[in-house]
């Protein structure tokens, strides 16, 4: 790269009220020292945001604008991303980086990247890179990073959050508080205790590994199902029973979390064949990628009653057009995608997506654990969790989506 050169930045993120900045809950997030492997916490020369802040929206352009625009780089940051007369679609052809979030993710199909002559970085401001066809930046020589861990505990307690609101049924006995009944046959009809249950998770990655040591004070009985095998220490000490396939780990799970990234080996993975191998009366929290499941095998499962619930943040596309039936589907409690965007998780990422930039500007190594794709393979993190191949076709049904809050 010539580090000379004006760049320009196209960064797509999530619309927010435009009454920026919103009033704040709390004055401060906690300083964490460093992630729970020991990783250090992205450490760019320095950040022109204030942590806990909204970041991860329009307005809050993740705290780059100073930065970038002093350098004499470009910045263009938009939410509309979908559709041909997008915005995204229009300057994409003259991007050299584009930055974008899985939470309202630009996705770069094929199509879009051979449009793209100039692109040579593709920033995921969080982690997962599924919305970028890896086969077409591989092909194309574009960088593919992500902020590895950033948000991997953020998405760990929304999980185990849940886990808990399925098995005790809690979101329809808040809504008996809100209609104000006192309805409790109603409110317990479908509520259990999750103690003495089987959890198993999809992937011990750091996500996968985060649940289970956070459901073991919960005397529940652990397993798990990854393509590598954990440390026997960590096996014993969790108590976990590790599955050598995953129709294993879940035809004795009564709750099944997943956790592995979305790729070719994994799209769809939860399928009625497979569904059909879980216990009746088993619940799913899928806040890994939407498309590992398959969207109406799990609306069949729901309705038969064969799942008693299924809940998460990630749906396909994103933004969930407005009748996408996981929006109305039964003893479902899902919520947009959230659970890796926190306002504490907003500082890491917006942080780490610095950091890169900082790297691709001196021209430095980007971290190896932040790297996907590059040179024309994958790299890094993603040599180890991603299979080559493209997951992004039926995205462009997220322009079917319509804001209806305002
Ligand atoms: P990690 O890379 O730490 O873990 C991923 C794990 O998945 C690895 O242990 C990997 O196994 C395993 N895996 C990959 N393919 C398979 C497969 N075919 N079958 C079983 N296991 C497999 O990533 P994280 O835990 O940090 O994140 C996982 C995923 O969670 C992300 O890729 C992303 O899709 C999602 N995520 C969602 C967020 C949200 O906001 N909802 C935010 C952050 C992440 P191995 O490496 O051993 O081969």
């Known amino acids: 790269m010539d580090d000379k050169s004006k760049q320009k930045i196209l960064c797509v993120l999530y619309e927010d009220s435009g009454k920026y900045p919103p009033e704040y809950s709390r004055e401060t997030i906690p300083v964490l020292p460093h992630y729970p492997d020991g990783q250090t916490m992205p450490s760019p020369r320095s950040i022109d945001f204030t942590p806990g802040h909204l970041l991860g929206s329009v307005s809050g352009e993740l705290g780059l604008r100073r930065f970038v625009t002093d350098l004499g780089h470009e910045l263009i940051v938009t939410s509309d991303k979908d559709g041909p007369g997008s915005k ?22 094929a199509e879009r990247i051979a449009r793209s002559p100039n692109l040579k970085l593709a920033i995921t401001a969080g982690i997962g890179s599924d919305h970028v066809d890896l086969q077409s930046a591989i092909d194309a020589n574009i960088t593919v990073c992500e902020v590895t861990w950033c948000n991997s ?14 098995v005790r049924d809690y979101i329809p006995q808040y809504q008996w508080v809100v209609k104000g009944g006192w309805n409790i046959a109603d409110a317990v009809s479908r509520s259990y205790d999750i103690e003495g249950m089987n959890v198993g998770v999809v992937a011990a990655g750091r996500i996968g590994l985060a649940v289970l040591k956070r459901m073991k004070p919960f005397d529940v009985k652990l397993h798990y199902f990854d ?4 440390a026997p220490a960590v ?12 129709e294993s780990l879940v035809s004795v799970c009564d709750v099944v979390s997943i956790h592995c990234p979305l790729h070719p080996e994994t799209e769809h993975m939860f399928n009625d064949e497979l569904i059909s191998k879980m216990k009746r009366g088993s619940y799913i929290v899928n806040t890994a990628r939407g498309k590992i499941c398959d969207r109406d095998a799990i609306v069949r499962a729901l309705e038969s009653g064969h799942l008693a619930g299924y809940a998460g943040d ?9 009748d996408h039936p996981w929006r109305a589907m039964p003893n ?7 659970s890796g965007t926190s306002l504490s998780a907003q500082a890491r990422y917006a942080a780490g997506v610095r950091e890169i930039l900082e790297c691709w500007f001196d021209g430095r190594p980007i971290r190896d654990e932040y790297l996907i794709v590059q040179g024309g393979g994958l790299a890094g993190a993603g040599a180890h969790s991603y299979t080559e191949g493209n997951v992004t076709a039926g995205s462009a049904d997220a322009s079917r989506y319509k804001n209806r809050s305002g």
């Open 88 to 109: 995204f679609e229009r300057e994409l052809p003259s991007a050299d980086i584009v930055i974008s979030q899985p939470f309202w993710p630009a996705y770069l199909t």
């Open 153 to 166: 505990i953020s998405v760990a307690e929304h999980a185990v959050m849940q886990m808990l609101a399925l």
């Open 227 to 230: 393509r590598h095998r954990l």
């Open 235 to 246: 096996e014993e000490e969790l108590g976990l029973t590790f599955h050598e396939n995953v």
């Open 314 to 322: 990630v749906w396909f596309p994103q933004p969930a057009p407005n």
């Open 332 to 338: 479902h409690a899902m919520t947009p995608h959230t």
